[in-house]
């Protein structure tokens, strides 16, 4: 069983930067990859970015390659989503997700409740 608790969503104006927080709890961090996703109104989630958690190993989806950098701290059980040069169509709910067993874009069971990331053109 694994707990995420997201935080850092806000304003932003078009161009700017904000980190995403997600705190990580559990038994066990052995295996663990944790990844951010983005949805918007009347769609599904989208992957947005992951990290293995023991070798760091991260994947990136397309859109935010070269300006997003998902990182962790181990002291701190915690996760960030750095996002740089921010745009109007990166807004939406972000949230934080974890699973156990390899670094993919799908199949978390592990939620946060989200955290709004909101981008003024």
């Known amino acids: 069983q694994v707990h995420v608790v997201e935080s850092g969503g806000g304003l932003v104006q078009a161009g700017g930067s904000l980190r995403l927080s997600c705190a990580v709890s559990?038994?066990?961090?052995?295996?663990?990859?944790m990844a951010w996703f983005r949805q918007t109104p009347g769609k599904e989630r989208e992957f947005r970015a992951a990290?293995?958690?023991?070798?760091?190993?991260?994947d990136y989806a397309d859109p935010v390659k070269g300006r997003f950098t998902i990182s962790r701290d181990n002291a701190k059980n915690t996760v960030y989503l750095q996002m740089n040069s921010l745009k109007p169509e990166d807004m939406g709910v972000y949230y934080c997700?974890?699973?156990?067993?390899?670094?993919?874009?799908?199949?978390?069971?592990?939620w946060g409740q989200g955290t709004q990331v909101t981008v003024s053109s």
């Open positions: 559990g038994r066990t961090f052995s295996g663990l990859a």
């Open positions: 990290i293995d958690w023991s070798s760091g190993r991260t």
């Open positions: 997700a974890a699973r156990f067993g390899g670094l993919v874009r799908g199949g978390y069971p592990y």
